[in-house]
């Protein structure tokens, strides 16, 4: 290893692996440090030829609808053939490697018909003149098959390796029915997707003790605080959450960061607000390998590194793997059964190296399908079929029809009271069913000794509603059982049987890992101290989302805040119930949190200096957040599009 990465591990734990005195287990940490995301930031190629109609530019590529046939959306740089660019590795004397993928559009597929039954595109790439790397791709229709095409890595899984100086050479051809080069008489989306420079290094393993924890994540997706028995609710649905934090630290008022999963996800891992680490919806979906996440701060450090994700937008293919030796997803929704083995079974096999498991359940999720007992218990009356009208009453409530044109709730209209309180029983449920895995990851670590050496963190990516104002689902507001979130950690050095009430953000998490874990990443900047108490006057918290529901309008900014005990919410572009134009500056709601818990009294009317007060701090404060963000955010691409409108996120006529 060279001196400057001897330099660059050290700043990120190898005192660590100092303190352990016992040779470290099995093979070494093979660490991939990304150097540049080359199609961030500006442009770092020069155009030595292109079509006059489409000239060389950043954008995604999704070869294939289904992910299932590696055709998940990338960011790339689209080279319409025939064309061809270059560019020439920069940066200190030390190798780097290359890794690219070549692909066509799915889009490209209006092109293909009778008379041109299939599309080919030669992709080439040239070191230093030299050709490297030459592969053709045949998009064409095939009935019964997924639709599309899978990328081909280009240099196979090592990538290509190059040094500073190195001319690297992109080019396309479009390849006619005869097999000759030709000018396609339209432009086709092609090009190299996931365009990056890197360096290889490895690690070794370090082992877990009481003093030096293994960290386990686990996030419950779509968990509301108030359905938990363990925060006060009457039914009995987290007994094994309850049992954490008796012997833990519980905080009464945490929030996430956003009320639904990229934005509040990518928080989580990387400590930072959605307007400054840029995933904030579908147009920016895409996690930057600028950011550090906790996990790499951690694998850096030596532990071993894996995730589950039951929930498909939480996947390595947006780039949610950063740090992770292992991450095992999938292209839909996979509740824990479905994937449980293969946690027990990574424990089982790296329980003798000190890690970080991140876990992201879905159990609350809709559909609402829940174990067997967690039914029996909490939904004995319920038809196990009213999950399967989920979809279809969501979207009409969300499409207006339970609500008047004033505004008037009419939600009985779409949902009777006695589905509604079915739908309620069924979540119920499925919150127990998520407890009762969370316990058998807990059960499982007591099995294998490894509980006097673990900290658990449990938390929420963000809740739902449960037509608290006339909605089902999640992101449309900033409401409590959207934004709030459970947050118990146990374990060693957490202090037992205690309860904080200080307001805290769930983007404090990734930091807090860090310091529990002796790790500094360059964000400790907002780590909580778990040793003493809060300081009496606590930063404000955020939140927001982009896939806000304001008086009727779908896909509305809504950005937030609670400070002290008011709460601001803000739509910048919010208009009055049947209004055509919004008023200068959008429309605000204010609550008070101590009197008003769950947000039912507007107060906006009656503290006009209060609220600008509130809105000025806020509209500064997403300012400088967002001028830190990465630059070059990318959107959906089709294949990521069809899985949002297949779980429910977007419409079909989006």
């Known amino acids: 290893m060279s001196t400057a990465l ?3 591990v050290g700043a990120f734990g190898l005192v660590l692996a100092a303190a352990c005195t016992e040779p470290p287990p099995g093979e070494p940490i093979r660490i991939r440090d990304v150097t540049r995301e080359l199609l961030q930031g500006p442009v770092f190629w020069e155009t030595r030829s292109a079509r006059d109609d489409a000239p060389p530019e950043v954008g995604v590529i999704s070869p ?20 061809e660019v270059r560019f020439t590795v920069q940066g200190p004397d030390v190798p780097a490697t290359l890794r690219a993928r070549a692909g066509i559009d799915i889009s490209s597929l209006k092109y293909v018909s009778a008379g041109h039954p299939h599309i080919d595109v030669e992709f080439e790439v040239l070191v230093n003149d030299a050709s490297v790397f030459d592969a053709r791709v045949r998009l064409e229709k095939v009935v019964g098959e997924p639709v599309g095409t899978s990328w081909i890595d280009v240099g196979g899984e090592a990538g290509l390796a190059l040094r500073p100086g190195d001319v690297v050479t992109l080019r396309t051809f479009g390849i006619d029915l005869d097999g000759a080069r030709f000018v396609p008489p339209v432009p086709l989306f092609a090009g190299f997707g996931g365009l990056g420079l890197e360096r290889a290094y490895e690690r070794a393993r370090t082992r877990s003790s009481a003093s030096a924890p293994n960290v386990v ?10 359905r938990l028995s363990a925060y006060g609710y009457g039914r009995p649905t987290s007994p094994r959450l309850a049992e954490l934090a008796a012997r833990g630290t519980l905080y009464e008022s945490a929030w996430s960061t956003s009320s639904w999963t990229w934005p509040a996800t990518a928080s989580l891992l990387t400590g930072l607000q959605p307007q400054e680490h840029g995933v904030l919806d579908k147009g920016s979906c895409y996690l930057s390998s600028e950011l550090t996440t906790v996990a790499e701060s951690l694998q850096r450090a030596g532990f071993t590194t894996a995730a589950w994700s039951g929930n498909p937008l939480v996947s390595p293919l947006r780039n949610f793997g950063q740090g992770f030796e292992d991450f095992d997803s999938a292209e839909s929704f996979r509740k824990t059964g479905e994937f449980f083995d293969g946690i027990e079974a990574w424990l089982r096999a790296r329980g003798d190296t000190r890690f970080f498991l991140y876990l992201h359940l879905v159990e609350p999720h809709a559909p609402y399908v829940a174990l067997p007992d967690g039914k029996a218990r909490l939904a004995p009356a319920v038809a196990a079929e009213l999950a399967e009208h989920y979809g ?26 006695e589905h509604q309180r079915g739908y309620s029983d069924l979540y119920d449920a499925c919150v127990w069913s998520g407890d009762s895995w969370f316990g058998r990851v807990l059960d499982l670590l007591a099995e294998l000794e490894l509980a006097d ?33 459970p947050l118990v950690l146990a374990g060693p050095g957490i202090e037992v049987g205690r309860r904080e009430r200080a307001p805290v953000s769930t983007r404090h998490i990734a930091p807090t890992i860090a310091r529990l874990a002796g790790v500094d990443p360059g964000y400790i900047e907002g780590a909580l101290d778990l040793s003493k108490p809060p300081p009496p006057n606590p930063d404000p918290v955020l939140f927001s989302t982009e896939n806000g529901w304001w008086n009727g309008v779908p896909g509305r900014t809504i950005l937030g805040l609670r400070s002290g005990q008011r709460v ?17 500056g959008g ?16 107060l906006a009317g009656a503290a006009q200096a209060e609220i600008e007060r509130l809105r000025s701090f806020l509209e500064r404060r997403v300012a400088e957040l967002s001028a830190r963000a990465p630059k070059g955010g990318f959107a959906a691409g089709e294949a990521t599009m069809e899985l949002l409108r297949r779980v429910g996120y977007v419409g079909h006529d989006d």
């Open 6 to 8: 001897l330099r660059r």
């Open 64 to 83: 294939a609808i289904h992910f299932s046939r590696d055709g998940a959306g990338m960011p790339s740089l689209i080279l319409a053939p025939p064309a």
């Open 217 to 226: 994540l686990v996030v419950m997706d779509t968990l509301r605080v108030d």
């Open 392 to 417: 279809e009453d969501s979207r009409a409530l969300l499409d207006g029809a339970g609500h008047g044109p004033d505004g008037a709730l009419r939600t009985e209209d779409v949902v009777s009271a």
């Open 453 to 485: 050496e673990t900290i658990v963190i449990f938390t929420n990516d963000h809740g739902e509603e449960l037509f608290d104002r006339g909605l089902m689902n999640h992101g449309q507001s900033l409401h409590p059982e959207l934004t709030r979130a």
């Open 568 to 584: 601001l919410h803000w739509c910048p572009e919010g208009a009055p119930w049947g209004a055509a134009v919004p008023p200068a």
């Open 587 to 602: 429309e605000v709601r204010l609550y008070d949190g101590a009197s008003d818990p769950m947000e039912t009294s507007d």
